[in-house]
Each structure stands twice: as structure tokens, then as C-alpha cells.
């Protein structure tokens, strides 16, 4: 079964204190390849998303996972320093998974192929009820790049994230292209393009509306 919510989290705008209905949690892996404090336009569009949960009464958090020592490999934990639990605690932690990453040559980061290698290893963990490990959270995803290819990543992720359990809510991922071959990043935009706006308020909008009906209402055992 799931792991207890935290008692404490990093939280981002509004949270629900309602003692009887624990607010739901989400958590953003950012897959930029650039370190903290570096500016991200992945780690602006992550929390613009956060920020929308957060108005939903979700508790929020991110992390930068380049910051994290993750090793390569797909098992829970690959030993020798691998930070990979921790990062994996916080998933198993939420509700709701925000995939974000940049687009290059066309594809999700590496960083974020490495997160999908490391979660590949849930497919072989079960709760007490024979049910994959993963089952009952939401995830939805956040892209930005100067070229094409926020569908083609969308569809990669998403694939993946449903095959490991997660459920993808209808119209799932906010994204911004850029025009190709320029040099303007998302975090340079004076302004954020109202369709990505109203892309984000409906990803966040539709991924806590399906996190509550899973709370409410789990998926039932295969067998």
C-alpha cells in the first residue's frame, strides 16, 4: 500500500489543512540538464504548474534531479552513494508526478530517460493486494524547447508512466515550443503565451480531479 503522507513538505501557494481530508501532494522532477542555482525554463514551466495545483489545495514540492547523485541502472537502490531512494521516496510520497523536461535533438533529456530507467524497477513491486506499486497516482508532464517535439516526448513519457501504474489524465502535459533554430528560451518571455497558461490551469485541474477520485475510489486488483 502506499506509503503514509509526510507530515511536512515543501509547499508552493495555497495548502489544505483539513484534518479529516489530507490535501493531496505533488512532486515535480525537474529533468533539466543544468544544476541548481542555474535559471531553468523547465524549472519555470515545473513550477507554473506547481503553482496551479497548488490553488487546487495540493501541497507541492520539486527537485532538480541533476542535483542528485542518480546512477544508472534499475534497481531500487544501485549502492555506492546513488541518491536514486531518495528521489524515489518523494514519488512514492505523492498523489501527483510532474515529469518536466527540456526538449533536445527532438527527445526528452537524458536525465529524464534516466528517471524512466530508474522507475522501470516498480514494475516488479506489488502492494498487498498483488496491485503494481504505483497504482492510484496521477502523473502529467511539463516540456519546453526550441524545437519541435513536445508530442513526440509526450507520447514516450506518458507511454511509460501508464505502463509503471501511473494514470495520465485527459489532456495531460503543458508545453512550449519555441521557433526553431532561435535563441530564445522560455524563461526569456516577457510573459507566459496564454495557451500555455490555460494548457497548465487544465493540466492541473484534471490531474487533481483524478487524484481525488483514486484516493476515493482505488484501482481494483487484476486478480
Known sequence: MRAPLPATVETSGMTDTTAS??????VALVCSLKPSPEQSSTQLLAEQLLTELASHGVSTSSVRVVDYDVRPGVLDDM????????????VLDADILVM???TWVGHM???????????????????DQGRPGLYDRVAVA??????????QITAELFQALNDLGFTVP???ATYWNGEAMQAVDYKDLESTPEKVASATKAVAANAV????????????ASS
Open 100 to 102: 518536466a523536461t527540456p
Open 109 to 127: 533529456s537524458s536525465v529524464a530517460h534516466r528517471v524512466l530507467e530508474r522507475l522501470d524497477n516498480e514494475l516488479s513491486v506489488t502492494d
Open 142 to 151: 511539463a516540456i519546453v524547447g526550441n524545437e519541435d517535439g513536445a508530442h
Open 170 to 172: 485527459a489532456q495531460g
Open 209 to 220: 480531479h483524478v487524484a481525488r477520485l483514486l484516493r476515493e475510489h482505488p484501482l481494483p
Open 79 to 90: 549502492g555506492d552513494g546513488d541518491q536514486w531512494p531518495e528521489l524515489r521516496r518523494r
Open 21 to 26: 481530508a489530507p490535501s493531496l501532494t505533488a
